[in-house]
RNA sequence: GCGAGCGUGGCGAAACUGGUAGACGCAGCGGACUUAAAAUCCGUUCGCCGCAAGGCGGUGCGGGUUCAACUCCCGCCGCUCGCACCA
C-alpha cells in the first residue's frame, strides 16, 4: 500500500494530456457533429506572481470546461494577458527595467504557474494584449469606429496630476491628491478620444433583458449605470439685465441659446410648485456673472472645494448664491423665477441647470428652506385633503393628484407630465426628451505601456487617421522614463511623421488607449488568435460566439462587462462581426473571493502566515518570537500580504488539494476562508480515495460488461444506487454552479464505497469498481490529476479528462428521491429549478 | 438616502416546487491500533428532560397565511455589497 504521490502523478499526468494535445479546441470542420461550448475566465493582469486566490476563479472554469468536454461539447477553453498597464510602468520608474521586460518575465512566471494547476486550457490560443500582433487588429477598429463616427474627439474635463503630468482615473485620486506625487490634482480641459458608448445607450439597456444567465445584480447595476431617465428638456427666458452675447461668451452653447436658461426635469407636472431656477456652480452662466461679482466667485470656489467622497456628500449642506437674474415661468409671462447658482446642481448631468419645485423633491426644499423661497404643494397624496396637506421638512415625492396648477388641476402626476409637456411644445419652450447618466467613454492616457492611437495631427489637415497599411503604430523600445509624463511625448523621433494627407510636418498621436479598451473584446480574438489580416474570422467568431459562459470577479460588473457589451455593437456595425443576438456573452457566473486572516507585527508590519506561528490562543512572529495582531479576515492581496503562495503549496499538497479546496464549503458565488483545517480536510479527501482505489486492487468493469449474479440485490444494488444517483446529483450541481454541493455528494459516495466492504464477494466487488469509477470520473473537473491516477489504476483507457461514458449497466431502478435523473452522460440534462434561479432570473431589471 | 442581497449548530454550510431542519466538511468528544505519537479506522456531536424507548424546544425578533413555513406575506433589528445631491 503506497501513499499517493502528487509529487510524482500531478506531473506524469499534465505531461501526458499535453502529449495527446487534449484540451485543443476543434475547428468546426473536425468538431463534426460536437456542439461547441466556450467557457472562460477573465484573463489576468501579469503583476507577477499568483497566488492560491486566484486559482478559485481558474478552477471554477476548469471543473465547467472538463464537464463539458466530458459530455462531449467542442470546448474552447482559452487564456491570455491584460497585459498593458500602469503596474509595468512603475516598475520601470523604481526598479529600472523595462515594461516591456517585467511584462514578459511575469507572463512567463504565471503562465508556469497556472500550468501547475493542470488547467484544461487551450495554450495554442494564448494571447497578450501588448502583442503588436494583437494590437495591431485593436488600431485598425479604432480606425473603423472613427469612420463610423463611434470614436471622435471631445474636450473633457480630467483629473490632471501637475507632478506627474498625465491624466489620472477618478480612482487614483484620494482627498484629491495624486495617488502616487501626493500633489494637488486639477482638473484640466484636455482634447480626448472617446468612444461613443451613449449611440448603443437604449439596446445596451434594452438588451439586459436578454441576459437571463447573467446574475441579477450585475444587470442591475448595468441598468443604473445606463440610468434611462424619460422627461423633458425647456428653456426658461432670462429677463432683466441683458444676457451675455454669443460673441463675448460660449456662456450660450449647449444651454439653450443666450437669452435663455435650459434645464431638465422628470416632472413637468410639478411646474406650477416652481420657486427658483438654479445653475450648476461651473455652469457657463455661473462663471460669466462670476467675472463681475466676487460673491458669485467665492461661491463657486467653495463649492469646489467640497469633497467628493461618500460621506462628504451626505453632510454636505445645500447652498448657493443668488445671481440676481430673474427668468418667465413658461406658462405665465408675468410669473417671475430668481435664479441661484447651487452647489447640489451638477453640471454633468442633464443640462446643468434645474428648476426647483420645494414641495415635490428633498434638495429644492432644503434650499427654498434656507433662502426663504416660497413652497407652493402641487401634488395632493392619495387620502390627503388639500386643505389641510402642508409641506414641512419632508418634500412629498409620490403620486398622487395635481393640485394649484391650473389646467393640470385634477390629473394624475402620471397623465400630467404629458400634458406640461404637450404645453411646453406649444409654446415653443420645450420638449420631451431621454436623459441617460451614462456618458461617452474617455479613451485617451497619457502613458507609454498601452496601446497607441492610431492618428497623426497635422496643421494643415487636422487630425489624420493613419493608413490602414501603416499599422501596427508600434511602440517604440527604446524610452527613458528619468521624467515625468508621457516617455512618448519625450521620444526624440517617434512622433515626428509626415502627414498621411499633405507630406507635410506632423506630428504622431502620443496618447494610448485605456486598458479596458484592450479587453472589450480579447473574448472574438481567442476565436481566431493567430489572424493577421483581420481581427478574427468572422465566420470562427459566428461559431464560437457568444460565449457559453465567463467566469469572474464582481468588481467589473459594470465596465470591462458594459464595454464588452459596446464593443460587440461596434464591431458588428463596422463590419468585424456577426453576432445576431448582439451579446458577446450568454452566460456570466461571478465568483467570490479567497479570504485568509491578515497579522501585523508588534512593529506594526502586515506578515505573511509564512512568518508567524498561529496557535489557538494567538500567533508569534517566527523571527522575533514577539506576539502577532490577528487582524481581520480579508481578501487575499499582496498589499496584506495574507497570501499563500501558490507554487509552494502545490509542492507540499498538489494543485488537487488547492482545487478541491477553494471549491469545496462555500457556495462559489461567496467568499471562502482559506484555512489550514480546511486544506487538512482537502488532503484527508485525497489520500481517502486513493485508499480505496488501492484497496480495490481490481479492474473496474468495463463499459458494457454484464453485472454478476447478486449484483442488483442486498448492499451490492444499494451501493449501485449510491453511485448513480451521486451521478445525477454532482451532474445536477455542477450545471447549477453549486461546486459545493457536488463536492458533499462525491464525499456521500467515499463515505458509501468505504462502508460497502467483503472483497470475496463478486457482486460487491463489481458495485465497488463501478462506483469507484464513477468516482473517478465526477471528480476528474475538481481533481484532474487524482482521477486520472485513478482511473488508470483501475484498468481503464486513458483518459478520464474526455471520457464519455462509464457505466456498464444501469442497476434496476427503485422509488428513489430523483427517479427522472437516471441518465449518467451524454445527452444535455436541465439544471434543477433552483440551480436555473441561481444563474439566470425571470425578474426584468 | 436609493437599490440589491443575506441572517440556520462551536465554525464553513445543506435543505431542489411549502413537506423528516442541520446533508457534507472542519473543530470537539469517546474508542481501536501503537511502547508512545503522527497517520488511519470506528463511534458520537443543535439544546433541554430521560438509563432507555421517547418527549419537548429550536432557522435574527414580532405577527400572519397554511394540514404543514428556514422557505410565502406584513412590520422591526442586524450585517454585506453596489450607486450616490442624476433633477
Known amino acids: 500500500m503506497s501513499r499517493y504521490n502528487h509529487r510524482e502523478v500531478e506531473p506524469k499526468w499534465r505531461e501526458a494530456w499535453g502529449r495527446a494535445d487534449l484540451y485543443r479546441a476543434l475547428s468546426p470542420e473536425e468538431a463534426g457533429d460536437r456542439p461547441k461550448y466556450y467557457t472562460f475566465e477573465m484573463f489576468p493582469y501579469p503583476s507577477g506572481r499568483i497566488h492560491v486566490g486566484h486559482s478559485r476563479n481558474y478552477a471554477m472554469g476548469d471543473v465547467v470546461a472538463r464537464y463539458r468536454r466530458a459530455k462531449g461539447y467542442n470546448v474552447l477553453h482559452p487564456m491570455g494577458w491584460d497585459a498593458f498597464g500602469l503596474p509595468a510602468e512603475n516598475a520601470a520608474i523604481e526598479r529600472k527595467t523595462h515594461p516591456k521586460a517585467w511584462t514578459y518575465e511575469n507572463i512567463a512566471a504565471m503562465k508556469s504557474q497556472l500550468q501547475l494547476l493542470g488547467l484544461s486550457l487551450d ?122 452675447s454669443p460673441a463675448t461668451t460660449s456662456a450660450g452653447e449647449g444651454a439653450g441659446g443666450p437669452n435663455t436658461i435650459e434645464v431638465f426635469t422628470t416632472r413637468p407636472d410639478t411646474l406650477f410648485g416652481a420657486s427658483f431656477v438654479a445653475l450648476a456652480p461651473d455652469h457657463p452662466l455661473t462663471k460669466k456673472i462670476a467675472a463681475d461679482r466676487k460673491d458669485v466667485a467665492d461661491f463657486i470656489a467653495k463649492a469646489g472645494q467640497l469633497g467628493t467622497s461618500e460621506a462628504d456628500i451626505e453632510k454636505a449642506e445645500k447652498f448657493g448664491v443668488n445671481l440676481g437674474i430673474k427668468v418667465r415661468h413658461p406658462f405665465d409671462e408675468s410669473w417671475e423665477l430668481p435664479v441661484y447658482a447651487a452647489n447640489f446642481v451638477l ?68 397623465e400630467a407630465i404629458p400634458l406640461a409637456i404637450a404645453e411646453l411644445k406649444k409654446r415653443g ?108 474570422d468572422k465566420k470562427l467568431a459566428a461559431y464560437w460566439l457568444p460565449a457559453d459562459q465567463y467566469v469572474g470577479g464582481v468588481e467589473h460588473a459594470v465596465l470591462h462587462l458594459l464595454y464588452a457589451r459596446f464593443f460587440a455593437r461596434a464591431m458588428r456595425d463596422c463590419g468585424f462581426l456577426d453576432l445576431p443576438g448582439g451579446e458577446p456573452i450568454a452566460s ?130 444499494a451501493l449501485r444506487q449510491t453511485a448513480h444517483r451521486t451521478i445525477a446529483a454532482v451532474t445536477d450541481a455542477i450545471e447549477g454552479f453549486r461546486f459545493n454541493g457536488a463536492v458533499a455528494k462525491c464525499y456521500e459516495l467515499v463515505n458509501a464505497i468505504a462502508k460497502a466492504k467483503g472483497a470475496n464477494d463478486p457482486a460487491l466487488m463489481f458495485a465497488r469498481g463501478e462506483a469507484l469509477a464513477i468516482l473517478a470520473q465526477l471528480i476528474a473537473p475538481f481533481m484532474p490529476h487524482l482521477a486520472e491516477e485513478a482511473w488508470s489504476k483501475l484498468g481503464l483507457e486513458p483518459f478520464v479528462a474526455v471520457a464519455r461514458h462509464l457505466i456498464p449497466s444501469s442497476p434496476p431502478s427503485t422509488p428513489s428521491p430523483c427517479p427522472s435523473r437516471s441518465t449518467a452522460s451524454g445527452g444535455a440534462k436541465s439544471a434543477s429549478p433552483r440551480a436555473r434561479r441561481r444563474q439566470k432570473s425571470a425578474k426584468k431589471p
Open 123 to 244: 495554450w495554442s490560443r494564448e494571447i497578450a494584449t501588448c502583442d503588436p500582433s494583437y494590437y495591431k487588429h485593436q488600431q485598425a477598429m479604432f480606425l473603423a469606429f472613427w469612420k463610423k463616427g463611434l470614436a471622435y474627439r471631445k474636450k473633457q474635463k480630467v483629473n490632471w496630476d501637475p507632478v506627474d503630468q498625465t491624466v489620472l482615473a477618478n480612482e487614483q485620486v484620494e482627498d484629491g491628491r495624486g495617488w502616487r506625487s501626493g500633489a494637488l490634482v486639477e482638473t484640466r480641459e484636455l482634447e480626448q478620444w472617446v468612444f461613443r458608448v451613449t449611440a448603443y445607450a437604449d439596446d445596451l439597456l434594452d438588451a439586459i433583458a436578454t441576459l437571463d444567465k447573467w446574475p441579477d445584480k450585475v444587470r442591475l447595476m448595468q441598468a443604473n449605470w445606463i440610468g434611462k431617465s424619460q422627461g423633458a428638456k425647456f428653456r426658461f427666458e432670462i429677463i432683466g439685465p441683458p444676457a451675455p
Open 588 to 717: 456570466l457566473f461571478t465568483q467570490g473571493m479567497v479570504t485568509h486572516e491578515t497579522y501585523k507585527s508588534a512593529a506594526g508590519k502586515w506578515l505573511g502566515p509564512e512568518e508567524i506561528e498561529r496557535t489557538a490562543a494567538g500567533a508569534t512572529e517566527l523571527a522575533t518570537k514577539q506576539a502577532v495582531e490577528i487582524g481581520q479576515i480579508e481578501k487575499m492581496s499582496k498589499s496584506k500580504k495574507n497570501v499563500i503562495d501558490l507554487d509552494a503549496f502545490v509542492t507540499e499538497y498538489g494543485a488537487d488539494v488547492a482545487r478541491w479546496f477553494v471549491l469545496s464549503d462555500s457556495p462559489p458565488e461567496r467568499d471562502v476562508e482559506w484555512t489550514d483545517a480546511g486544506v487538512q480536510g482537502a488532503w484527508r479527501f485525497v489520500q481517502r480515495v486513493w485508499t480505496l482505489v488501492e484497496e480495490h486492487n481490481a479492474p473496474a468493469p468495463k463499459p458494457g460488461q454484464a453485472p454478476p449474479p447478486g449484483a442488483n440485490e442486498g448492499e451490492a444494488l
Open 347 to 414: 453640471s454633468t448631468y442633464g443640462t446643468g441647470a434645474i428648476f426647483g419645485s420645494p414641495a415635490g423633491d428633498q434638495r429644492d426644499l432644503d434650499f427654498a428652506r434656507k433662502y426663504g423661497l416660497p413652497v407652493q404643494p402641487v401634488v395632493l397624496p392619495p387620502g390627503a385633503a388639500a386643505a389641510t396637506h402642508v409641506i414641512e421638512k419632508e418634500a412629498y415625492v409620490g403620486d398622487g393628484v395635481i393640485y394649484n396648477s391650473r389646467f393640470l388641476d385634477g390629473h394624475t402626476t402620471k
Open 429 to 536: 419652450a420645450g420638449e420631451a426628451t431621454t436623459q441617460y447618466r451614462l456618458r461617452d467613454w474617455g479613451v485617451s492616457r497619457q502613458r507609454y505601456w498601452g496601446c497607441p492611437i492610431p492618428a497623426i495631427h497635422c496643421a494643415k489637415c487636422g487630425v489624420v487617421p493613419v493608413p490602414e497599411k501603416d499599422l501596427p503604430v508600434a511602440l517604440p523600445d527604446d524610452v527613458s522614463f528619468d521624467k515625468p509624463g508621457n516617455p512618448l511625448e519625450h521620444h526624440p523621433t517617434w512622433k515626428h511623421v509626415a502627414c498621411p494627407q499633405c507630406g507635410g510636418e506632423a506630428k504622431r498621436e502620443t496618447d494610448t488607449l485605456d486598458t479596458f479598451v484592450d479587453s472589450s473584446w480579447y473574448y472574438a480574438r481567442y476565436t481566431d488568435p493567430t489572424n493577421e489580416a483581420q481581427p478574427f
